[in-house]
């Protein structure tokens, strides 16, 4: 430490993310096996791109065939080692136990999958010949890492990859393309750009492949030789291909360009403002900018910032967006709003010309016109559950058009879709995965009509599941719908009360841990949890709902009523007695 000499002022790291960067220390000389296993372990939590480190702990022959990006392994703690049994003196060998309480797995596509049980695994050192001597060294140990959840948060770092919802070809009318998030982990000091590129071009996880299509062509990666990738300094990033892309067309690689703009613009490290793909000759393919990406895929569906809800006489009322210069709420034109049927539960339709509405007993959902004159008809369908806390769940709609809703009815449980929310195209959706006994009590679908939120109890538990929607041609015209892939979103929460989408793969839940007061949280659709992301609390909410553009506040209903939640602020009342607050969706 100085002792003499002047001071001088410095300011601290302002960045969000400035984070302690822990890098690894190799094996030291003659020092036992638990010392190298330690030393292992250690260095598997440092922020070594190649695990360089990792490996001088390991024989020549096991550090040439292991392979670390084979899967990661997420424990609550850290992993713990323990000899087992007695060193062989025959072979000069030791076995070591390395145990856990796993949380999570990282497949090699760095899918997160929520995946709890007891973790164990072998290690065997020996001792190898060096230039300081017998040193002991790891020779066999398990594919991929191993790391607790706290050094699993701070090295890697969730991206959303961006994939075309797939729809099959009716020849009814042309699906709109829409892009589906798709969250990937992604070691966020060695390069996310490159390896955010990398993956895109890799294709889809294996879990929402059967749903989605990517526009680069089988085998495209980059081009040989190509190590790192960086936008110049106007923000333009030239990404080289290998041959399997040199015969797109100008269609299609827009298409594959806009993948890489919305990809990269979810790494908020990457800056990243024009794409420009270049053929394995590095001619040009196409270059892209943010506003084409906009143009050919928008990202949101229609003007989203209105927010709606029902007044104390079950009337829809709307609160107008911020273009609209009043934030008072207003009676919307229609049945809805003019009190014709008292309502429970409601939902607007994306494009803000129509509203489904559940009856204030539960019995009847109906869809009609938000325009002054229009009739509320009849039901499109009713239901037959005896009790008002049974019935029909809030509906939903997706960016397709399509209307969906669950009956709640203990003798008939059932998830139901309204083909652009007409009754003569109905559908019961078989949920494949979901047990006998169970029943889906809230239904929310994403804005790409890919994937669906269901909150389901079975037996004494209430929890978040996410499905992956299939839709199939049936030859006749039409299309055949189903659930799939049923997977927890929220598995830290015995009890789930309500769900609302906020973002691609991000939604918003309200419930509560075993033995816990209630709380709203972010959690993503694969299951993990974003952090530095804690939400205020609030009294007894029973419904939450949130928009695709994560620039409007959250809305809930509690104790309070109606209120809701700017960024940065505090919760705010919006109507007392007011009931089931909604975005369009």
């Known amino acids: 430490m100085p002792d003499s000499g002047g001071m001088q002022s410095v300011e601290a790291s302002q960045r969000p993310d400035s984070q302690v960067r822990v890098f690894a220390l190799p094996p030291r000389d003659d020092v036992g096996p638990s010392s190298i296993v330690d030393g292992f372990l250690d260095a598997l939590t440092g922020d070594d791109p190649s695990y360089a480190i990792a490996r001088k702990y390991l024989t020549p022959k096991a550090a040439k065939s292991w392979q670390p990006g084979q899967q990661t392994v997420v424990l609550d703690d850290a992993p713990h080692p323990r000899p087992t049994g007695r060193p062989d003196a025959a072979e000069e060998g030791q076995f070591f136990e390395v145990t856990g309480s796993q949380v999570?797995?990282?497949?090699?596509?760095?899918?997160y999958q929520p995946k709890e049980q007891t973790y164990r695994a072998g290690l065997h050192l020996t001792q190898v010949n060096t230039a300081k001597g017998k040193q002991w060294r790891i020779d066999m140990l398990p594919a991929g890492v191993m790391l607790s959840a706290s050094d699993f948060q701070r090295i890697y770092q969730s991206v959303n990859k961006y994939y075309y919802a797939d729809a099959p070809?009716?020849?009814?009318?042309?699906e709109p393309r829409r892009l589906v998030a798709d969250p990937v982990f992604v070691r966020q000091w060695t390069d996310p750009l490159t390896e955010t590129v990398r993956e895109v071009l890799r294709g889809p996880t294996s879990w929402l492949q059967p749903v989605v299509r990517s526009a680069f062509p089988a085998h495209t990666a980059l081009k040989s030789g190509v190590k790192s990738l960086a936008p110049d300094d106007t923000n333009k990033l030239v990404v080289p291909l290998n041959k399997s892309a040199d015969g797109v067309s100008p269609s299609a690689c827009k298409e594959m360009a806009a993948q890489l703009l919305y990809s990269l613009d979810d790494l908020s490290s990457a800056g990243v403002e024009e794409v420009e793909l270049q053929r394995s000759d590095g001619g040009l393919l196409c270059a892209l900018g943010d506003n084409g990406a906009q143009a050919l895929a928008p990202r949101t569906s229609g003007r989203l910032d209105d927010q709606y809800f029902l007044d104390a006489k079950g009337r829809l009322v709307r609160?107008?967006?911020?273009?609209?210069?009043?934030?008072?709420?207003?009676?919307v034109p229609g049945p809805l709003g003019e009190g014709e049927q008292v309502l429970r539960s409601i939902a607007v339709s994306r494009d803000q010309e129509r509203a489904a509405a559940v009856s204030n007993t539960g019995h009847a959902l109906y869809v009609t016109s938000m325009v002054s004159g229009a009739s509320i008809g009849d039901p499109v369908v009713r239901s037959t559950a005896k009790k008002e806390k049974d019935g029909f769940s809030t509906p939903s709609w997706d960016g397709r058009g399509d209307l969906w809703v669950a009956d709640r009815d203990p003798k008939e449980p059932?998830?139901?879709?309204?083909?652009q929310g007409m009754a003569d195209e109905q559908q019961e959706i078989p949920v494949d995965g979901l047990a006998a006994d169970a029943r889906i009590e809230a239904v929310k679908m994403s804005a790409d009509g890919a994937r669906i939120a269901l909150i389901v109890t079975e037996k004494d538990r209430t929890s978040l599941r996410i499905g992956r929607v299939e839709r199939r041609a049936d030859g006749d015209g039409g299309v055949v719908v189903s659930v799939a892939g049923l997977r927890s979103a929220a598995p830290q929460m015995e009890s789930v009360t309500a769900v609302s989408w906020a973002g691609g793969s991000r939604l918003v839940v309200v419930g509560r841990e075993a033995g816990g007061l209630q709380q709203i949280r972010y959690v993503q659709c694969d299951g993990s949890a974003p952090t530095g992301q804690a939400l205020p609390g609030l009294t007894r909410v029973s419904e939450i709902a949130a928009s695709e553009d994560d620039g409007l506040p959250l809305l809930a209903h509690s104790d309070d009523g109606v209120v809701r939640l700017p960024s940065g602020t505090a919760w705010q009342p919006v109507l007392k007695d007011g009931t089931a607050p909604v975005y369009p969706g």
């Open 104 to 111: 999570a797995l990282v497949d090699k596509r760095q899918a």
């Open 169 to 174: 070809q009716t020849g009814s009318h042309e």
């Open 319 to 331: 609160m107008p967006g911020k273009s609209s210069g009043t934030r008072e709420p207003e009676r």
């Open 414 to 419: 059932r998830l139901l879709m309204f083909g």
